[in-house]
């Protein structure tokens, strides 16, 4: 197995013909580093998010905002990970039609609120 940074790190599951900006639905699953549990946590089998998660929860429901052919499955925040679908229905090349979701939030939110969201996830 491969090593990464020293770790070792597992094989793409990526489908190696697949061009990811084809027409489809793409299940999509982003982790916190070190399995932080960031984004709240389960009391009496419900999901309780925290700040960060109520942010990831409000980031997801934006990217259809800034992709227009782009359509949102379900999603579920979970204490250290999220599970979402995007839809993809392009008439042309997605690179053509989507502003980065990061550059976007980023750009929208106050200088304050940045530094209070980063200090509150750095260890």
Not at 22 to 48: A, P, S
């Given at each position: 197995m491969?090593?990464f940074k020293?770790?070792?790190?597992?094989?793409?599951?990526?489908?190696?013909n697949w061009?990811?900006?084809?027409?489809?639905?793409y299940f999509?699953t982003?982790?916190?580093?070190?399995?932080e549990?960031?984004?709240?946590?389960i009391?009496?089998g419900k999901?309780h998010?925290s700040?960060?998660?109520?942010?990831?929860?409000?980031l997801?429901?934006?990217?259809?905002?800034h992709?227009k052919?782009?359509?949102?499955?379900e999603f579920?925040?979970?204490?250290?990970h999220?599970?979402?679908?995007?839809?993809l229905?392009?008439?042309?090349?997605?690179?053509?039609?989507?502003?980065?979701?990061?550059?976007?939030s980023?750009?929208?939110?106050?200088?304050p609120a940045?530094n209070?969201?980063?200090s509150?996830?750095?260890p």
């Amino acid at each position: 197995m491969d090593k990464f940074k020293g770790k070792y790190r597992i094989p793409s599951t990526r489908l190696q013909n697949w061009d990811y900006r084809w027409n489809g639905y793409y299940f999509v699953t982003i982790c916190t580093e070190n399995k932080e549990e960031y984004f709240g946590e389960i009391k009496n089998g419900k999901m309780h998010l925290s700040p960060i998660g109520i942010i990831a929860d409000v980031l997801w429901h934006e990217i259809k905002n800034h992709a227009k052919n782009v359509e949102l499955g379900e999603f579920v925040v979970m204490p250290n990970h999220i599970h979402g679908i995007i839809i993809l229905n392009n008439d042309n090349n997605i690179s053509d039609n989507v502003e980065t979701l990061h550059a976007t939030s980023l750009r929208q939110t106050s200088q304050p609120a940045k530094n209070e969201f980063m200090s509150s996830i750095s260890p």
